[in-house]
């Protein structure tokens, strides 16, 4: 019964179906509205992580530019096949400080290997500083009745609620509270699936 009320539900919404993000946007985001997506293969499934040490290493250097100024970049994630780092940036500035290459070593095979990652800047509305405050604030989309867990996803550069539910009110009420910073993803095979 899920699957056919599932079926029933993608069919009627029109989805949109992003195959690199792994992502189906049951409902996109409006001027009064956050957008749902569901993710019916998690990616980390899929991949290869052959060979991504030197990536990794570089991200946590990006992730402490990111910690270290929080108002001009926004939190970087790695891309695969082939691997690239990504380095978000809100503000001229920004764009500056993530530029620079990343260079160090990596421990591979018994020896260190030097490597140098040239991040990829990418501007996007959402900061560092924006994303934490609201996945910390007390009080704040956690609270929902309907939310699951919470947590920010920086390829998307939201907070991402995870929910069984994708109902219209939750919707609205947190595109009027929050506006571009959330999106929902629906899960809907945890606990009983709400529809509406």
Not at 4 to 33: K, M, N
Not at 78 to 102: F, M, S
Request: proline fraction near 10%; charge should be negative; hydrophobic fraction near 40%.
């Amino acid at each position: 019964m899920i699957f056919t009320l599932f079926a029933l539900y993608a069919v009627t919404a029109a989805p949109e179906f992003l195959p690199g993000e792994w992502r189906v946007i049951v409902q996109p985001e409006t001027s009064d509205a956050v957008e749902v997506f569901l993710r019916p293969i998690s990616p980390v499934m899929l991949r290869s992580y052959e060979g991504v040490g030197p990536y990794q290493r570089a991200l946590e250097a990006a992730e402490r530019r990111a910690a270290a100024h929080p108002r001009d970049l926004a939190p970087p994630y790695i891309l695969h096949e082939p691997y690239r780092l990504v380095a978000p940036y809100v503000t001229a500035r920004g764009r500056e400080l993530a530029a620079p290459p990343i260079s160090g070593a990596n421990w591979s095979d018994g020896k260190y290997v030097p490597y140098r990652v040239v991040p990829q800047g990418r501007q996007v509305k959402n900061s560092q500083a924006e994303l934490t405050a609201l996945a910390e604030v007390e009080g704040g989309p956690i609270e929902e009745p309907e939310v699951l867990s919470m947590g920010i996803e920086a390829e998307l550069n939201r907070v991402i609620l995870e929910a069984n539910t994708s109902d219209q009110d939750l919707r609205h009420r947190l595109a009027k509270r929050y506006g571009g910073l959330v999106a929902i993803k629906w899960e809907p095979f945890q606990g009983p699936a709400v529809l509406d």
